[in-house]
């Protein structure tokens, strides 16, 4: 009973013990974990400063804050972080940067590099493509007869057809987005890369309702002309293969389809790498029935639907190629992915110039294009107009890299606005070629670079800082796409297609340092005064 008695008592003390062990243990624990949180929260406190810099102003963090809508279940980014730069006078330094964060967004870091916020130069009233009638032109039309509203330059009084009541003033809140994109086109660019009025085209011509199709005349493959209820239009070209699928080696370049995803990247490419020469263009899924079918007013266009085997809404146009029954356009079963591109104002409002390219194919199966077989053809074409002056050859190299980063050798004219004579850049149109193959890289698009050894400042520095780690052209090209409202299904270009930016990037910069071995002249400075490298 006594040994019963102890044995009891040595447990009980034992759990006494034990119990208080645990709660001092408990209580070291919380110590240890206060301690640390303070000794965090300390080190992530920044120092005060009396810099002016943006990282030391207490309003920063208000500026940096992320403004998103969301589209179509995509989230579009709206401001992209500001960059923080020391101003030396009219030049800016890289001096005081700060570093990349590796889990932070690599296109917003890209676009606040100071080679994208460059400033702009000053716009006089001739540099603008269009404008709005002011008093004075208002004036001038009533003592010349004509009338005009007081508060307005255009109006529509009816709705028929179902488009919208339009009562547009010179105000430009009361422009729809379309009319506002064509108002901003200047010399210079077709749009500000930093201008909201991007993500407002792209939301709306991928979610508003279709009023109307018909097809578009001219060019060898099928294209469809879109309009809406505030009056805009939109070029479409349909999904023709899939992401993976690559063009056929065998196939001549100006067999090859035309692809609605190349579009769609070419102009994430030509904004990435600072040239804002294509026009808008974004990714939408349509309904074949709904959306195409039942609004067209195209009677030939409506004659070539049908109904597949396996029940798709299919149709094929009239074109030069591939619109026949054996290469057809098909929903699955209805939905059909395509690109839409903002459309250009009107030619009679702003008539455009057709240029042969100099480095033109011979779209022929057997002959080879004079620049093929002359590795000096450029001296003849530096002492021809328009190329012999101003920037017009440094344009061209600017549009021979963007085509041989995505792979299109279907580069056999641009276009210039009239308005601006040859002082002005060229439209990079038509890319539904681009981003046929990935394993295979065609170095004769670089034939402009080599024979001519000439090549922008701005662009070659840009493409210097898309070759490294923290701005890498894959990795910044894959984020920009991600924002299109078709990537949700599927990405735009799959891995091997962003893999050969990267590749063939690395081999533009072999180029231009040959280049520039060999040529003291290889650069143009079109920087001169504005930027300021790096030590």
Not at 159 to 165: A, F, I, P, S
Request: charged share 25%; glycine share 6%; proline share 6%.
């Amino acid at each position: 009973m006594t040994s019963m008695l102890r044995r009891s008592v040595g447990g009980r003390s034992t759990r006494s013990i034990c119990l208080v062990l645990a709660c001092l243990s408990l209580a070291l624990h919380i110590l240890l974990a206060i301690f640390c949180l303070s000794v965090l929260q300390t080190a992530c406190v920044p120092p005060h400063s009396s810099s002016s810099s943006p990282l030391h102003d207490p309003g920063s963090t208000s500026r940096q804050t992320k403004s998103s809508v969301i589209i179509s279940n995509v989230i579009f980014a709206n401001n992209a972080t500001e960059w923080e730069k020391e101003p030396t006078g009219d030049k800016m330094s890289t001096k005081g940067m700060r570093e990349v964060d590796p889990g932070g967004s690599k296109l917003e870091a890209l676009f606040s590099h100071p080679l994208y916020n460059l400033q702009r130069p000053e716009m006089q009233e001739d540099d603008w493509l269009l404008r709005v009638k002011n008093s004075e032109d208002e004036e001038e039309e009533r003592d010349t007869g004509g009338e005009e509203e007081e508060d307005s330059y255009w109006q529509s009084g009816s709705e028929e057809d179902g488009y919208d009541k339009a009562n547009w003033t010179v105000a430009a809140e009361t422009h729809p987005p379309w009319l506002r994109f064509h108002l901003g086109i200047s010399r210079w660019e077709l749009y500000h890369r930093t201008d909201p009025l991007l993500d407002q085209i792209t939301h709306y011509i991928s979610t508003q309702r279709i009023l109307n199709v018909v097809q578009k005349r001219g060019g060898t493959q099928l294209k469809l002309l879109m309009s809406f209820p505030n009056h805009g239009e939109a070029l479409l070209k349909p999904m023709r293969q899939t992401r993976d699928a690559e063009t056929d080696v065998n196939l001549f370049y100006f067999s090859d389809f035309e692809r609605h995803n190349a579009e769609i990247s070419a102009f994430h490419l030509d904004r990435i790498l600072g040239f804002q020469r294509i026009p808008p263009v974004v990714g939408r899924l349509v309904d074949v029935v709904s959306e195409i079918k039942d609004v067209t007013t195209d009677k030939k266009l409506l004659r070539t639907f049908f109904t597949s085997p396996v029940g798709n809404t299919c149709f094929y146009g009239q074109c030069e190629y591939y619109c026949s029954t054996e290469n057809p356009v098909c929903g699955g079963p209805l939905a059909l992915e395509v690109s839409l591109a903002t459309m250009l104002p009107d030619l009679t409002l702003a008539p455009r110039r057709s240029w042969r390219s100099p480095w033109r194919r011979s779209y022929s199966r057997t002959k080879l294009a004079q620049w093929e077989k002359d590795p000096a053809f450029c001296d003849g074409v530096k002492q021809t107009p328009p190329y012999d002056e101003g920037t017009r050859l440094v344009d061209l190299m600017d549009m021979a890299v963007l085509d041989f980063l995505m792979g299109n050798m279907d580069r056999h004219h641009y276009e210039t606005f009239e308005k601006f004579g040859n002082k002005t850049f060229m439209l990079h149109l038509d890319n539904g070629r681009a981003f046929g193959r990935h394993s295979r890289d065609e170095p004769s698009i670089l034939a402009p670079l080599r024979q001519c050894c000439r090549i922008r400042r701005s662009t070659l520095l840009r493409l210097r800082l898309m070759s490294r780690p923290g701005f890498r052209l894959s990795d910044v090209m894959r984020e920009s796409l991600d924002r299109d409202p078709l990537a949700v299904i599927q990405p735009l270009l799959s891995e091997a297609h962003l893999s050969a930016l990267d590749r063939r990037l690395a081999m533009v910069l072999q180029v231009l340092h040959t280049c520039q071995d060999l040529h003291d002249d290889a650069v143009y400075d079109d920087l001169e005064g504005h930027y300021e490298e790096p030590d």
